[in-house]
């Protein structure tokens, strides 16, 4: 049986794992951790529940353990999966390891978080608004950050964080290994990729993308004004834990009054909560101590509860993207879950949109692997930051087998770059003259 031992890691790692009971690697971790050992750049189609935080984690602390001056700075969307990063990295690590960590998000001490960075952190896990404001105000530097991960791409650009997340690349080293990891790979993902990366190998793993199959599915067409009864019913047939989503953070509130009302004892979680008010529900919900949590979409993503047996759409998300990383939130590694969604008249058009989403899911992706090849040329149309089109324009030439000394000459506008391959060009000729 495959194992982690074919990667042949550090003793550390392997009693973390072993503590961890993770025996042998999942899909998304057999395939990108021989490529981030080898220090390359990856770009990963793999959502939460595939195991990708071990195959991005793994890989760093090896590098940490075995090498010196490797540090690591893992950007996510939300605040509860920047926390469920730390935590999974804190394990991987292992306790008396004095290798500091340091969460870095926002709604929480800023006054701990800098306390944090003066035991000079060698892993970074935080969200790109707390970031960008402790490099603005000059305590953190990013500057000798080598490793960088980047998790649920297409969430951030959903969040609106793409003029936030540049800003932070650009203080990261250049020298770097950087790692994305998004649940889709649609047209932007790419052009962020050409962005960030440099020359990397692509993996999909194609079942993340897909509806689990052992998440069964139930649809009730509904009026709005019977919508509350027929959830009432829908519960109290249930049996296990139950995560609710509604579209507003009014309506959580709103939602979870009217069941205290009846009687049924529920959380709501939505964005406007104090940050640590937001961890103690959930560490509630996971614990078990209530059994129904009704949440925004910021819930939708990235929460790893393995008991959830239940998600609920009371009503439907505004983008149809956003059912899918929902009703992920059930069937956790391997075990079965229920999803169940009303649907109004107002709603049937957003419902068909995502019938239509689910149906292109069941669909291999066949249409970003032939973009690939023209990557290096787009680039340089698209793209004005100096540093990456320098970057990619040499990965260009590395690819060009033929007049690739010529070819440098006529387009590059780098003087020193012409002179470099100039002088190459010289030499070769040269030598040719030598041997013949
Ligand atoms: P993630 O996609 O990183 O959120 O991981 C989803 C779940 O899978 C988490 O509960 C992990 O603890 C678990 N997990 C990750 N890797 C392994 C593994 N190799 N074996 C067993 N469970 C794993």
Redesign the pocket.
């Known amino acids: 049986m495959e194992n982690?031992k074919k990667f042949n890691l550090n003793d550390d790692i392997n009693k973390s794992?072993k503590g961890?009971?993770?025996?042998?690697?999942?899909e998304?971790?057999s395939r990108t951790i021989p490529i981030a050992l080898k220090k390359q750049d990856i770009l990963a189609s793999?959502?939460?529940?595939?195991?990708?935080?071990?195959?991005y984690l793994i890989p760093l602390i090896q590098h940490i353990k075995t090498k010196e001056n490797v540090l690591g700075i893992i950007l996510t969307p939300t605040r509860e999966l920047a926390q469920?990063v730390a935590d999974?990295a804190k394990l991987l690590i292992g306790y008396k390891s004095g290798i500091n960590i340091a969460l870095l998000v926002g709604g929480s001490s800023i006054k701990n978080q800098l306390d944090r960075l003066k035991k000079r952190p060698k892993i970074i896990v935080g969200t790109p608004g707390r970031i960008n404001d402790l490099i603005t105000r000059g305590s953190l530097s990013l500057k000798h950050f080598n490793y960088f991960v980047l998790d649920e791409a297409d969430r951030m650009l959903d969040m609106g964080f793409g003029i936030q997340v540049d800003k932070i690349v650009i203080n990261i080293s250049k020298k770097r290994q950087t790692l994305l990891f998004s649940a889709t790979l649609p047209k932007e993902i790419i052009q962020l990729s050409r962005k960030y990366l440099s020359n990397p190998e692509r993996v999909e793993v194609q079942e993340n993308n897909v509806i689990k199959s052992q998440i069964k599915q139930k649809v009730i067409n509904t009026k709005t004004e019977e919508k509350y009864t027929k959830l009432l019913d829908e519960i109290t047939i249930r049996k296990g834990s139950i995560l609710i989503f509604v579209r507003t953070k009014y309506a959580t509130e709103k939602l979870k009054k009217r069941l205290i009302k009846d009687k049924i004892k529920s959380s709501a979680m939505h964005g406007d909560l104090r940050q640590n008010k937001r961890d103690r529900i959930l560490e509630n919900f996971r614990k078990d101590r209530f059994r129904i949590l009704i949440a925004t979409d910021i819930a939708s993503r990235?929460l790893?509860i393995?008991h959830i047996e239940h998600v609920i759409n009371y009503d439907l998300p505004q983008v149809p993207e956003d059912f899918v990383h929902r009703i992920g939130r059930t069937a956790?590694?391997g075990s079965v879950g229920e999803a169940l969604s009303f649907v109004t008249k107002n709603e049937s058009k957003m419902w068909k949109s995502i019938e239509k989403l689910l149906d292109q899911l069941k669909k291999p992706n066949k249409k970003y692997k032939h973009e690939n090849t023209k990557q290096y040329e787009k680039v340089e149309n698209t793209l004005d930051d100096k540093f990456v089109k320098k970057r990619n324009r040499k990965n260009k030439y590395k690819h060009e087998n033929t007049k690739q000394y010529e070819n440098i000459e006529k387009t590059s506008d780098d003087k020193s770059v012409k002179k470099r391959y100039r002088k190459r060009k010289k030499n070769r000729s040269k030598s040719r003259k030598y041997n013949s």
């Open positions: 982690f794992l961890l009971r993770f025996t042998k690697p999942t998304i971790q793999a959502e939460t529940g595939s195991g990708k935080t071990a195959a469920q999974v990235g790893d393995p956790r590694s």
